[in-house]
């Protein structure tokens, strides 16, 4: 099993939709989780950070975490054609380094 | 906010040849920085985990011999990639982590697109 894996997409959505994006992870006692955005041929960029059950939101960006389902999801509100990249969901599973999921493309339709 | 620069961000190099990439910490010291490769239409997998003053840690089926780690200061850590070939050419991608702001401190290089001919 993977230690973090990611709804594969790719995911086509229309302007003004709602993205919602999916990840799940191993390591029971990881406890800080990301977001990336990572446009073609660019380093990835950090849009979100989450470490306490719920919802954080910033923006048009909602993080959500289920520590117990091992879940945290990101939802992008009124997607912009500039959200068309791919999102990485990290994991920090003991403190000191990220392990990264496959990353699910996204492409709003203009 | 932390700001680590990465150079070169393109490089190509003839077979057999050896290659450097920088990574610098600008405003902040990094006592670990970690390198990351990334093929086309994959994820970020880590290579190695670079500690300042001491010897890298390689992640599982990473030849230390090939990439050679070196992070002889705070600011700089070195990864360079010896007798290139072909399959090497990747998109190289360092990070480091700024201790000021947490668990959230972690801040990517620009990356460097290496191509062996």
């Not at chain 1, 990301?34 to 989450?50: A, D, N, V």
């Not at chain 1, 993080?63 to 990485?88: E, F, G």
Request: proline share 4%.
């Amino acid at each position: 099993q993977k230690e973090v894996e990611q709804n594969s997409g790719p995911l086509s959505v229309p302007e003004g939709a709602i993205a919602s994006l999916n990840c799940t992870y191993s390591d029971r006692g990881s406890q800080s989780f990301f977001w990336y955005r990572q446009y073609s041929g660019k380093s990835p960029e950090l849009i979100m950070s989450i470490y306490s059950n719920g919802d954080k939101e910033d923006g048009r960006f909602t993080a959500q975490l289920n520590k117990a389902s091992q879940y945290v999801s990101l939802l992008i509100r009124d997607s912009q054609p500039s959200d068309s990249a791919t999102y990485l969901c990290a994991v920090n599973p003991n403190d000191y380094k990220l392990s990264f999921g496959a990353g699910t493309t996204v492409t709003v339709r203009a | 906010g932390a700001v680590v620069s990465q150079h070169p961000s393109r490089v190509i190099c003839k077979s057999g040849t050896s290659v450097k990439i920088e990574c610098r910490s600008l405003d902040f010291q990094a006592t670990t920085m970690f390198w990351y490769r990334q093929f086309p239409k994959q994820s970020l997998m880590l290579m190695a985990t670079s500690n300042e003053g001491s010897k890298a840690t390689y992640e599982q089926g990473v030849e230390k011999d090939k990439f050679l780690i070196n992070h002889a200061s705070l600011t700089l850590s070195t990864l360079t990639v010896t007798s290139a070939h072909p399959e090497d050419s990747s998109f190289y991608i360092c990070s480091a982590r700024d201790q000021g702001q947490g668990v959230s401190g972690y801040t990517f290089g620009s990356g460097t697109r290496l191509t062996v001919v």
